[in-house]
């Protein structure tokens, strides 16, 4: 379906430097201790960070499901406000690949792009990578309704941060994504999902069309939204025989992206296009929305 076009995803940054020693040490780069902490042991590898967004995750949420998230990778450097360092459950501060360091509140502007609903807390790590395919496909079909979201080049951090917030309160089984055309795991895609990031399982693969012939071969029918199908998607769930014993075992929904829609090659995997009737006329639906919607359908209409 046509989705109208917000922003578009910022070139992928650079990862490879994440974890290194050298960038933590050395006197010269090394940040002043807070203000009213003197005294306190502060750990020797940090040093103040250039402004990015780059392995960053900001916000309580967001923060606190990367910390309980044993399958993050390390290390992990954590900013807070003392007050949060007293708020927050202690358990989340032992990790043994976690180095923390209590920040006022002035200095989180120094090292977080302007404008960054941080709380008082962030964490700087590598980003997360995913799981494959069958993997998720494994997952997925363990559960009792497996439906899984495909995202056809969506590449505004906030619409797929969004989505993945979607996905964990319906329930879905996981996120699939291109490699070379979806945001990276962090900054305001972490901060807009609020944690969902660390909780919903997510696959990047080459090619979308493989992968839905890979699905279809594991059971799983799939469903393309856009605007131009007959059918729409509850009158094809129906059809189906959705969440019936006779019905497919799992549910691909594939959402196009922000301005161009499904491509031709996904569309044509898909088992069949469905649209959202809009009876008020609009011409479209943001693809965050489109998906709620869908996952609504079916996943949340027989609560």
């Known amino acids: 379906m046509a989705i109208k076009r917000e922003r578009n995803d910022p070139a992928a940054r650079n990862t490879q430097n994440f974890g290194k020693k050298s960038q933590f040490q050395g006197k010269s780069r090394q940040a002043p201790p807070p203000k009213g902490n003197e005294g306190r042991e502060k750990p020797q590898s940090f040093h103040k960070p250039k ?3 780059e392995g960053w995750v900001w916000g309580l949420h967001a923060v606190e499901a990367g910390l309980k998230n044993m399958s993050r990778k390390g290390p992990i450097r954590l900013y807070l406000t003392e007050d949060r360092q007293k708020s927050l459950p202690q358990t989340l ?3 043994s690949d976690l180095h923390m360091r209590v920040t006022p509140m002035a200095e989180f502007n120094a090292f977080l792009p302007q404008g960054a609903v941080h709380q008082g807390i962030a964490f700087n790590a590598p980003p997360l990578e995913g799981t ?17 979201v495909m995202l056809d080049q969506v590449t505004d951090p906030q619409n797929v941060g969004a989505i993945f917030r979607t996905c964990a309160a319906f329930g879905a089984s996981g996120l ?10 962090q900054g305001v895609l972490a901060k807009t999902a609020a944690g969902a990031v660390d ?17 279809a071969e594991a059971g799983f029918v799939s ?21 019936k014993s ?53 996943l949340g209409r027989n609560y």
């Open 199 to 215: 909780v919903v399982p997510f696959a990047k693969v080459t090619n979308l069309s493989r992968a839905l012939e890979r699905l």
């Open 51 to 53: 402004v990015s967004e």
């Open 246 to 298: 006779a019905g497919p075992r799992g549910l691909v929904l594939v959402m196009g992206s922000e301005g161009e829609g499904l491509r031709r090659l996904v569309a044509e995997h898909c088992d069949h296009l469905v649209k959202i009737p809009m009876p008020g006329g609009f011409e479209s639906l943001n693809v965050s929305h489109a998906t709620s919607i869908s996952l609504y359908e079916a």
């Open 132 to 148: 494959d395919i069958d993997s998720l496909m494994e997952a997925a079909l363990s559960r009792d309704v497996p439906v899984l």
């Open 223 to 243: 469903l393309g939204l856009a605007g131009e199908a007959e059918g729409t998607l509850q009158e094809v769930l129906e059809t189906q025989g959705w969440r």
């Open 176 to 185: 699939i994504m291109q490699d070379r055309h979806s945001p990276v795991m």
């Open 93 to 95: 501060l032992k990790r």
